[in-house]
């Protein structure tokens, strides 16, 4: 029997399944009108912006570096324009090195880019872009150009460089900049984020001197440049930008001529010479020699440069005016003498008899005169630079009356100079020897070693800076000690308006006046009667001074010091400290010839030379300049020319490119900007850097680039006296500083 299909049934089946998914059909419709509304109008700015973003770029415009300045205008750091060939690791199609291999055969590429590439690259993270050469000629430039699409990871970029145009004259104060390394990286993650965000595109930073001292000052403010780019990421247009703010010139307190006359006057000799304004602090004059070339560090310094910089036993990267620690010999007589008068343990009229010798605990101590200086008051003790005198002081005082005493000037403190890096010195004291050694017998301070102290021995050690910013102290007439600063102004790169560097008091001597009469009237009589006399014969004005001239080893008990038998670096070193003009002082003094022996041979007259100058507008004669390069002369030979014939720049840097007239303060060096109709049509738009702007109406001189000549100082010559950590103790007995 067959069975009937329910078409009533299979109608109604059916209608469900057409009614479920017609449901499902409209479900589904609904759903993708509804994704379409969140994304088409909920969400349209936003995907509108990533839109945008991802045919645009946001580039942060680097702002250029502010002009470093002396207190005339002279231009000290400025900015060149040059183009790089740069490698990003992460973007590379070949091995780096088959890249680099080719790219040699388009630019030249030689072994010293290679080496200062990869000591780079160590420091870098693989995004980052890293050059492989700098300063690329057009022609380089238009080579690269044609064949770039063989080289995805290689750009040709425009870059900012800073320069040194004056070389080594006076690389320690200005400093340099050089690329930022992944500990500098780190530090910066700890800044405010607006730093941070100012450092942005920032690949070079100062490391040394006023350049890192006065970083933020001198970095501007970074802008920001929204570019439209193509499928492959290449900028195609620029759409709108905020301009970079250059950076603020700072101009400094130093006299780059006195400075230049200074580094001259010490010829190959190592020491360091610090002169300062006893008014205000200001810093006249901050020379550590040998100095260096700072424009080998801009690019990133080759290896063999730096292994001879950095292992030369001259050791020119050690600024010995901020960091040698010396001790200061007879210099420090005129602040003992003080110290003295101040506690009542000597009257200025109180005499002793000098036999030559002192002697103490079974030890003699002697004098630098062979039978003594007779019968010696406090005025003769300074004036002749007898070490009797003082031996006996020091053991009649002690090492902690000295210590507090001689605080006052600011031995053994950081001076607060307002650049990096600064050595303490050494003034000892009981608490400073127990705190100093492990070794109970080690702590405990002899009575024979108080002696030494007296004549500026011993444990002593200070720095150049140090001895200037006393002697500024002592010859200032209010007794004032004012804070040593390098910079004079900031000039602000926008309004052009200059922000003077107040003078800061930081500490107040409360000496008697009778009692700083008494000093300085002996320092006085140093440079007429006494050590400085033959230096200062002839000079126009009255100054005051004080030689010595410090032990670099012990001498054993009855030997006898022989300055020509002495191994070089085993001489005594010559020292200088002194202020001019005497009535009202004008510029005070500290300075150091390395091993040069004594100080009123070799020290005093490089000072007679800057008073002369400083004062007088006086500059050396050519046979002069010679003879005191070698140590050769005390009174000035020959005629002294006026300082207003030698013009600016000196006539070496001139032959080597800078300019003979001042530029116009902005304008961009000509013969460092790559040019043409190739380059033009080879580059994306990107901002254009210029050369920030100095003081209005300042007479400031612009030098052209020249390519760093990389001249190093020769080598062979000691690491400065520094104080150790545990000094060894001084030799008794045998002390002599004249």
């Not at 209608?15 to 969140?38: D, E, N, Q, Y």
């Not at 022989?562 to 001489?571: F, L």
């Not at 500059?619 to 140590?631: F, N, Q, T």
Request: glycine letters at 8%; one cysteine or more; charged letters at 20%.
């Amino acid at each position: 029997m067959t069975e009937l299909r329910n078409v009533e049934a299979d109608l109604s089946k059916f209608r469900g399944r057409v009614l479920v998914a017609s449901v499902a059909v409209l479900v589904l419709f609904l759903l993708l009108v509804a994704r379409l509304v969140v994304l088409q109008v909920v969400r349209h700015e936003e995907f509108d912006e990533q839109a945008e973003a991802n045919r645009t770029a946001i580039v942060p415009i680097v702002p250029n570096r502010g002009l470093i300045v002396d207190r005339n205008g002279i231009v000290l750091a400025s900015n060149y324009s040059a183009y790089t060939l740069e490698i990003t690791p992460s973007r590379l199609a070949q091995p780096l090195d088959t890249v680099i291999e080719q790219l040699s055969h388009v630019i030249e590429i030689g072994a010293r880019d290679k080496r200062r590439f990869r000591k780079l690259l160590e420091e870098s993270k693989s995004i980052d872009s890293v050059p492989l050469r700098t300063k690329l000629t057009d022609e380089e430039v238009a080579r690269f150009t044609v064949q770039r699409f063989r080289f995805p990871g290689v750009d040709i970029k425009a870059r900012l460089f800073r320069s040194y145009p004056w070389g080594e004259l006076a690389s320690h104060a200005i400093g340099y900049i050089g690329r930022v390394n992944q500990s500098e990286k780190k530090q910066m993650e700890d800044w405010p984020e607006d730093e941070q965000a100012n450092y942005r595109g920032t690949e070079y930073i100062g490391k040394l001197g006023v350049e890192q001292s006065y970083e933020k000052q001198l970095h501007g403010i970074t802008g920001v440049e929204q570019v439209e780019t193509s499928a492959g990421g290449r900028a195609v247009r620029k759409l709108a930008s905020t301009p970079a703010t250059p950076g603020d010139t700072v101009k400094l307190s130093i006299d780059i001529k006195l400075q230049k006359l200074v580094e001259d006057l010490y010829g190959d000799r190592r020491g360091a010479f610090v002169a300062i304004d006893p008014r205000t602090g200001e810093v006249l004059a901050f020379v550590s020699k040998p100095t260096f070339d700072p424009n080998l560090f801009v690019d990133g310094i080759d290896q063999e440069n730096w292994q001879a910089l950095n292992e030369s036993l001259d050791k020119p990267l050690l600024n010995r005016a901020l960091r040698g620690t010396y001790p200061p010999g007879s210099t420090f007589k005129p602040f003992m003498a003080l110290a003295a008068l101040e506690t009542g343990k000597r009257r200025p009229e109180q005499a002793i008899s000098d036999p030559g010798y002192f002697w103490f605990g079974g030890h003699q101590f002697r004098d630098d005169k062979p039978g003594g200086h007779g019968t010696v008051d406090m005025y003769r003790s300074i004036v002749q630079s007898c070490d009797t005198y003082y031996y006996i002081l020091a053991n009649d005082m002690g090492v902690d009356l000295m210590h507090e005493q001689l605080s006052h000037f600011g031995f053994g403190e950081i001076t607060g100079i307002d650049i990096h890096g600064e050595s303490k010195g050494l003034l000892p004291s009981t608490e400073w020897k127990r705190k100093a050694y492990r070794r109970p017998e080690q702590q405990k301070w002899y009575a024979g070693e108080t002696i030494s102290l007296g004549i500026g021995q011993g444990y002593n050690n200070f720095t150049p800076l140090q001895l200037a910013t006393a002697m500024a102290t002592i010859s200032n007439p209010q007794g004032a000690r004012m804070k040593p600063h390098m910079v004079k102004e900031i000039v602000d790169s926008v309004t052009k308006q200059a922000h003077p560097v107040a003078p800061q008091q930081v500490g107040q001597l409360t000496a008697k006046p009778e009692n700083l009469a008494i000093i300085r009237k002996a320092m006085v009589g140093v440079t007429i009667e006494g050590t400085s006399a033959a230096a200062f014969r002839g000079a126009q004005y009255t100054s005051g001074g004080k030689t010595g001239t410090a032990q670099v080893v012990g001498i054993a008990q009855g030997a006898k010091y022989s300055h020509a038998n002495t191994e070089e670096r085993h001489r005594d070193h010559a020292l200088y400290i002194a202020y001019a003009p005497a009535e009202d002082p004008k510029i005070a003094i500290g300075m150091i010839v390395e091993n040069a022996g004594f100080g009123a041979a070799n020290a005093a007259p490089i000072a007679r030379r800057v008073f002369d100058y400083y004062l007088m507008g006086l500059y050396p004669s050519e046979e002069d300049m010679a003879a005191v390069k070698l140590g050769k002369a005390t009174t000035p030979l020959g005629t002294p020319r006026p300082a207003s014939e030698f013009a600016w720049p000196p006539a070496a840097a001139a032959a080597a490119g800078a300019p003979m007239a001042p530029a116009s303060a902005g304008a961009m060096p000509q013969a460092a900007v790559p040019t043409g109709p190739l380059i033009a049509a080879a580059f994306s738009p990107v901002a254009t850097a210029t050369v920030g702007t100095p003081t209005a109406g300042t007479n400031v001189w612009v030098p052209r680039w020249r390519p760093a000549t990389g001249a190093l100082p020769a080598a062979g010559a000691a690491a400065p006296a520094s104080a150790p950590r545990k000094p060894a103790r001084p030799a008794r007995g045998v002390a002599q500083s004249r």
